[in-house]
């Protein structure tokens, strides 16, 4: 058995989670006053005004409607990337084909791949067909990425056993049912796992929305901008506009919390 | 998962007698055919909306492409001589690469430093580890938001706390080196705890045997660390370092919204304007795209050629 560890260990973690959780603690304190707490009073207990900033983020940007923008946005580029993800990850952990280690290959090349650099052809194309402003600009773009596969690839692997496909097979299953059968329940684990990651980075995505979209159907990280860019920074609102936007993640990392901390460790390992 | 296998099971019992030949030639094409159909989604799309456009990039930097001017004018290589005479383009560089080593640098060295604490026998242990990656679901854009009020010049809470030691305040918006800092700071306070969670799992990878020949042969804690535990990182720190290369030379949110009601973002005599943001200026504000395209396409064999060469160092040096 390994002793346990010092105190002085959890003195030094315990400084760095208080560290890590300080500027949320620091948003809500002063959207919870005025702005005297950052003018001279200081202070570390919240006030009683969070709801009287809070209403006048309602006033200033369309939160609720960004709100529902980021979920659309975020909920469909999940669903679309888990399902494509798994899919070709399917294939290319259990299926012979010809060419397969070229195109696997491929997609491990591209995963190094800054695709956000291609944002000026992007911005015509959207002009183009139209939907600048709309959320199809921001949902098209981010269908497919080239990690989800090669993370759902790494997991199938090991996940399914060859017999299992084969096995369906000489049953006279299609492959598509099989897919649909046997590889959908086994990546279950995996795919929600990457769903979580994908959920979280489209909705902290910010340069495309931002170049795409506008001040009336934005999404939740363009209205803060909107709210923070007036001419004089009025504290109090803007860090009530980041709080209020924070709450939904820290709900889901409370949930979630223990699942992506695996997920964080087991990408690790298979990466 | 049983109950889906036996649904499976059930289907050709169902049907009694040999399979017509028909449907081994279907299922022939299906085994053939199929594999094809799954990943075509993928390489269909990630084409049309990653490599195409990527690709077009370079061939818009070789127009004078104004957004609403009638024919874009093509001009060769003049973007690119444009770029490398302007002064802009080279304090962005220095500026990106500046905030990319006051980040990478003291966060990798922290996050193994975490790591090893965490990789100690603690009580609660998933506990820690949420604590430590909280940052990581934080919001970029909230995030810059609430250290630009941090390090407000005239009542952040950083130079309040300062002057508590004595130190006189620092306009973190107005100097350079200040302002890379500050910014890097946001990045570091996002991404330690991320990296010191892989890292973990790395270490705990490690196999104990090793551990216990080392303390037979009486090797000391720290002796242990660098000898055997730093060694069996390197994979680990190459997929580190190598990410925060690929996503810290593409820094955008932080400069551009570092400064409250900052106009376009940058800081007002470009101290922390960064080549993403100087991208995003000149396509979108400036309205040139050939010239943004150019930025772009450079950019992209920056960050390639410095991932590369990264892979290449680390893989020498941590040994």
Redesign the interface.
């Known amino acids: 058995m390994m002793k346990r560890p010092s105190f002085a260990i959890y003195g030094i973690l315990a400084a760095f989670v208080l560290g890590s959780a300080f500027p949320f603690y620091w948003s809500f304190l002063v959207a919870s006053r005025d702005n005297s707490v950052l003018t001279g009073d200081f202070t570390l207990v919240p006030g009683g005004n969070f709801w009287t900033n809070a209403s006048r983020v309602f006033d200033t940007v369309p939160f609720w409607k960004a709100l529902g923008n980021s979920f659309i946005v975020s909920g469909t580029v999940t669903f679309s990337v888990v399902l494509l993800s798994t899919l070709a990850g399917f294939a290319f952990a259990k299926l012979k084909f010809r060419g397969r280690g070229v195109l696997f290959l491929f997609v491990v090349a591209t995963l190094a791949v800054p695709t956000q650099l291609g944002i000026i052809p992007l911005y015509m194309a959207m002009a183009e067909f139209g939907w600048a402003g709309e959320l199809e600009a921001v949902i098209v773009p981010n269908l497919v990425t080239a990690f989800g596969v090669f993370w759902m690839r790494q997991y199938l692997v090991d996940a399914i056993p060859d017999e299992l496909v084969e096995a369906a097979r000489m049953d006279g299953c299609s492959l598509w049912r099989a897919f649909w059968h046997v590889a959908l329940p086994a990546a279950r684990p995996a795919a929600a796992m990457l769903g979580v990651f994908t959920f979280m980075q489209s909705w902290n995505d910010f340069l495309w929305p931002l170049v795409v979209l506008n001040a009336d159907n934005p999404t939740l990280q363009v209205a803060l901008e909107k709210l923070q860019s007036g001419y004089y920074v009025d504290y109090s609102l803007v860090l009530a506009g980041t709080t209020l936007a924070t709450v939904p993640v820290l709900i889901v990392f409370l949930v979630l919390g223990r699942q992506i901390v695996a997920g964080v460790m087991q990408g690790a390992v298979k990466g | ?1 049983t109950a ?2 036996s ?3 059930r ?2 019992a169902q ?1 009694a007698g040999p ?1 017509p030949p028909r ?1 081994y030639r279907l ?1 022939n094409l ?3 055919v ?3 159909l ?2 075509a ?3 269909v ?2 084409g049309a ?6 690709l ?2 370079a061939y ?1 930097s070789l127009f004078d492409w104004e957004v609403g001017a009638d024919e874009p004018l093509f001009i060769g290589l003049e973007n690119y001589r444009t770029l490398f005479e302007d002064d802009q383009f080279w304090n962005a560089l220095f500026n990106t690469f500046s905030i990319f080593l006051l980040s990478s640098v003291p966060q990798i060295i922290v996050a193994v430093v ?1 790591a090893a ?2 990789n ?4 609660a242990r ?1 506990g ?16 810059t ?6 390090f ?1 010049p005239q ?1 952040g ?1 950083v130079n ?1 706390v300062l002057g508590l030691f004595g130190i006189s305040p620092i306009d973190w918006q107005a100097s350079t080196f200040g302002s890379h800092v500050a910014i890097a700071s946001m990045v570091n ?1 996002r991404w330690t ?2 990296n010191a ?6 270490m705990q ?1 490690i196999p104990r045997d090793v551990y216990e020949a080392a303390l037979v042969d009486g090797a000391s804690a720290l002796r242990r660390f660098f000898s055997i535990t730093l060694p069996m990182l390197k994979p ?1 720190l190459i ?1 580190v370092i ?1 990410t925060s290369t ?1 996503g810290g ?2 820094i ?2 932080e400069p551009k ?1 570092f400064e ?2 900052g106009g376009s973002g940058g800081g007002s005599e470009h101290q922390y304007q960064t080549v ?1 943001l100087y ?2 200026q000149s ?2 504000q400036g309205l040139d ?1 050939g010239y ?2 150019a930025i ?2 450079v ?2 064999l920056v ?2 050629g410095v ?1 590369v060469l990264n892979f290449f160092l680390t893989r020498r040096a941590v040994r």
């Open positions: 998962m889906t296998l649904k499976v099971d289907g050709p049907e399979r449907r299922s299906d085994a053939k199929s594999p094809y799954f990943v989604p993928f390489f799309l990630f909306i990653g490599l195409f456009p990527l077009y990039t818009v975490i604490l965490l100690a026998n603690l009580r998933t820690w580890r949420m604590g430590v990656l909280l940052p990581y679901v934080a919001s970029l854009v909230a995030l938001i609430i250290f630009g009020s941090l407000g009542y809470l309040d306070w705890g991320y969670l892989i890292i973990l799992a790395a990878a680990t997929f190598v690929i030379l593409q955008f949110t919204l409250p009601a993403v991208l995003y396509a979108f795209l943004a395209s772009a396409w950019l992209f960050v390639i991932a």
